[in-house]
């Protein structure tokens, strides 16, 4: 079930909005407190890399995160229409982003093709599993755009 859909423009002054709502959303669904931690630092990450990567010397575009709740664990996909990047590229090739998900989540994957943007995909267990009822929204919540104020 998805409790979050988020669409952004992919700039560095909406990377702290998109993993506090994010994390919001994660803390609802019953994550542990521990375990928010890695979520909060794979959402910057995967986030930072659309921002540094994915339309570099283009127009800005967009970044996506959307989180559900598949079977007692919290999935998270940050994604992007950017220009992709190279599968066969090593996570020792570039920084440390993705070595950091990696290490962090449960499971992990990332999909991509060159021109055919980026998504990285994270599962992390949840503390509790929780039924739909529990959760504070009634089955989904999108949020079209960030306003700084």
Known sequence: M????VTAEAGAENIPLLRNVVAHAARNAGISEERLYDVKLCVTEAATNVVKHAYAGEQR???????????????????????????????????????????????SSVRTAPGSGVKVWMAFPLAEARSDANLPWESKTSVDRFFVL
Do not use: C
Not at 2 to 5: A, D, E, F, R, V
Not at 65 to 88: K, W
Not at 91 to 97: K, L, P, S
């Open 2 to 5: 998805t409790i979050l859909s």
């Open 61 to 107: 575009g967009a970044v996506r995160v959307d989180v559900r709740v598949v079977e007692g664990e919290l999935e998270i996909e940050v994604a992007d229409d950017g220009r992709g990047m190279d599968p066969a590229r090593r996570v020792e090739d570039g920084g440390y982003g993705l070595g950091i998900i990696y290490q962090l989540t449960d499971r």
